[in-house]
């Protein structure tokens, strides 16, 4: 399994980004789907999840009402719709596919990672 992200960037405080992470594999559906972000001396921090089918979606508490994680399993693709970005928000932004069906937040177990897309946000 490969992962491409994508959509990083500058934007300014208070703007929005849409990043996508597009997948090398055959069944994407048989992956739940996640973001997580690292800022500077931080550790990585999950941000979304969402399960094979798109039914159901996870959020960090920070970005809840912000962030929208969705997917489109005939496209191989999950995207993170950013809006009213903060500073805080600030970090590298790796997506990664975790096999089975059941939610998780821990990085470490998630199978297969992206490599990563930078998101700034100037206030």
């Known amino acids: 399994v490969q992962l491409q992200a994508s959509g990083g960037g500058l934007v300014q405080a208070g703007g929005s980004r849409t990043l996508s992470c597009a997948a090398s594999v055959r069944t994407f559906s048989n992956y739940v789907m996640g973001w997580f972000r690292q800022a500077p001396e931080k550790e990585r921090q999950f941000v979304a999840a969402i399960t094979w089918n798109g039914g159901k979606a996870y959020y960090l508490d920070s970005v809840k009402g912000r962030f929208t994680i969705t997917r489109d399993n005939g496209k191989n693709t999950v995207y993170l719709q950013m809006v009213s970005l903060k500073a805080e928000d600030t970090a590298v932004y790796y997506c990664?596919?975790?096999?089975?069906?059941?939610?998780?937040?821990?990085?470490?177990?998630?199978?297969?990672w992206g490599q990563g897309t930078q998101v700034t946000v100037s206030s």
């Open positions: 990664a596919a975790k096999t089975g069906l059941a939610f998780a937040e821990e990085a470490g177990r998630y199978n297969y």
